[in-house]
């Protein structure tokens, strides 16, 4: 009886899987993973603790690059924009490269004290797990395949990247992947995202992030008192805007993440600014939240004359897109997703699909086959000065990143 085309490519995906975690070079790679792990902690505090604000990044991508040149990659590089490259080469220059990325920006704006710090066996510090533990997977992956010089067919390119967070809006990886050399030569890519084994996101989660900006002719609180007020004219949209309709399904978020303005007690601010976030997988969903938005704003803003009682300016109001991420979704019959499942039926792993705003979102966006998967170990507090890592267990998420890459990338033997 003939098998269905799809059952008998995961079966032969599965027997690949075996074939390669047989290996001796490659199990001495995954050795590598649990008898190393003092030094890959080591690693992950000394690199969480350089600072690595959005687009200032320059710091963090230069140590990383120098880590690239002691594992002996090679073409080892910072592009244009401060992402980190280095490939470690295939035996067939002709097949496409395998990327593997992981972000090097942080949320933390600079000056933010990261308090990195090992507590027992628990890491600590902004930063430390999201990214701290997707870096050390890149470093841990170069280390442990030049260790146990496992030969792959295609190379494999290492990516530190810029701009994953906040309003960095994947600009490392939409350099990469639009208009930087390597796009022509990268197949298939794996991020590696923070913590954990129990995920893999398929589905790229969009957004769309907006500044609002409201302007007035500002003065003193006693003797200008009457001039429009922008604070609490953007209270006004905020409050309206807060009662816009969020279904649960599709799910759709909407946040006012920062709100700034005015200078001091007495005087009547001349603007007031905001900034949301609107994220979901139903671009349609994201277009209605967006139109709402819109409407709040120019509804609170006209309650306001035109013009000020003295005649002078009024208020005015300003929306700027300031982040723009593409919602994708990956093939279910993709050649990575059979590897990536197989790989976790081989560990053993548990992993439910997930839908995530992720570097992934780019190639998935293009039609690229992608992941984005955690590096093992697990954490907590992301975004938050409060983060912590713990590294128990970290090898089996480093044996699975090994298995799938190494798969991707064809180990001959
Ligand atoms: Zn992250």
């Given at each position: 009886m003939a098998l269905p085309a799809s059952i008998s490519a995961s079966?032969?995906?599965q027997q690949e899987i075996a074939r390669l975690a047989s290996l001796r070079d490659v199990h001495a790679a995954m050795e590598w993973f649990r008898c190393h792990e003092p030094e890959l902690r080591d690693w992950q505090l000394q690199v969480a603790a350089i600072p690595a604000p959005p687009f200032g990044e320059g710091p963090r991508a230069e140590r990383l690059r120098s880590r690239f040149v002691e594992l002996e990659l090679q073409e080892v590089q910072v592009d244009a924009v401060g992402n980190v490259l280095g490939v470690r080469p295939g035996s067939d220059p002709e097949e496409k490269l395998v990327a593997v990325s992981a972000h090097i920006d942080t949320v933390f704006a600079a000056g933010t004290p990261l308090?990195?710090?090992r507590e027992g066996d628990r890491l600590y510090g902004a930063g430390i797990s999201d990214n701290g533990a997707g870096i050390v997977g890149l470093l841990a992956l170069a280390s442990a395949l030049a260790s146990a010089k496992v030969r792959h067919s295609a190379g494999l390119l290492f990516i530190?990247?810029?701009?994953?967070?906040?309003?960095g809006d994947l600009r490392g990886m939409r350099h990469i992947f639009c208009e930087s050399p390597?796009?022509?030569?990268?197949?298939?890519?794996?991020?590696l995202d923070g913590a954990a084994t129990d995920t893999v996101v398929t589905q790229a989660l969009g957004s769309r992030r907006f500044e609002v900006t409201i302007q007035g002719p500002g003065g003193h609180s006693w003797s200008d008192f009457g001039a429009p007020n922008p604070i609490v004219a953007l209270s006004r949209a905020i409050a309206r805007f807060s009662r816009t309709e969020l279904p649960v399904e599709p799910k759709i978020s909407a946040n006012v993440g920062v709100i700034s303005g005015g200078t001091s007690v007495n005087s009547i601010p001349e603007s007031a600014s905001m900034r949301v976030?609107?994220?979901?997988a139903s671009q349609q969903e994201m277009e209605r939240v967006e139109r709402a938005l819109r409407e709040a704003v120019a509804e609170a803003a006209?309650?306001?004359p035109k013009r000020a009682r003295n005649g002078g300016k009024g208020i005015s109001c300003?929306?700027?897109?300031?982040?723009?991420?593409?919602?994708?979704?990956?093939d279910p019959n993709?050649?990575?997703?059979?590897?990536?499942?197989?790989?976790d039926a081989h560990l053993g792993n548990r992993a439910r699909p997930h839908r995530a705003s992720t570097d992934a979102n780019i190639p998935l966006s293009l039609g690229r086959e992608a992941i984005s998967i955690g590096a093992g170990g697990s954490g907590g507090g992301a975004h938050t000065l409060q983060e912590w890592y713990d590294p128990a267990g970290r090898d089996l998420g480093l044996k699975r990143v090994l298995l799938a890459v190494l798969a991707l990338a064809c180990v001959q033997k």
């Open positions: 079966t032969a995906v308090n990195v710090r530190g990247n810029v701009g994953e967070e906040g309003e390597w796009k022509d030569r990268i197949g298939p890519t794996v991020v976030d609107i994220r979901s006209s309650e306001y300003e929306i700027q897109l300031i982040g723009c991420r593409p919602a994708a979704e990956l993709a050649r990575i997703l059979q590897v990536i499942r197989a790989v």
